[in-house]
């Protein structure tokens, strides 16, 4: 089977080690390594990465997310659970349209998210910025003054 591959095994190793390394450090997706990688380097057509990408996703975001809990980084379980049931919903449509739309399409409109993202981020205040959405996060603040007398 490793005969097969388009590529030495080690190529695809070292793109889930890179892809790893920035997706745990800055939590981005690993589409953002991933994609890019098995287009530009390994060849692969973009549906095809964009797909091979979702599949590696899963056990690498669990990984990272246990990581990051058992360091005793908070994190809001309902938001994560909300978030995941958009993200089911939004996968299918998402899937759908990629079958549909031409690769080339795809890998333009792929390169124009990047883009965007990267200047907002790039751009955006280093300010610490309140929740998004008032409740548990925006009110911890006052429960934890009241438990501790401060």
């Given amino acids: 089977m490793i005969a097969q591959l388009s590529n030495p095994w080690w190529v695809f190793m070292l793109l889930g080690v890179v ?16 994609v890019p990688g098995l287009v530009l380097i390994c060849c692969f057509g973009q549906k095809p990465a964009q797909g091979m990408a979702l599949a590696v996703m899963v056990p690498m975001a669990l990984l990272g997310a246990l990581r990051y809990w058992h360091n005793g980084i908070e994190m809001d379980w309902v ?20 079958v549909r739309l031409p690769a080339n399409v795809l890998r333009k409109a792929f390169a124009i998210f990047l883009v965007v ?12 910025r309140p929740p998004a959405i008032e409740g548990d996060a925006a009110n911890q603040n006052t429960v934890n003054s009241i438990e501790n007398g401060d």
């Fill in 79 to 98: 938001v994560i659970a909300l978030v995941i049931c958009g993200a089911l919903v939004g996968t299918l449509a998402g899937t759908e349209i990629a």
């Fill in 117 to 128: 993202v990267a200047v907002k981020m790039f751009t955006m205040s280093s300010k610490a």
């Fill in 19 to 34: 892809a790893g390394v920035i997706s745990g450090a800055l939590g981005l997706g690993s589409g953002t390594v991933v």
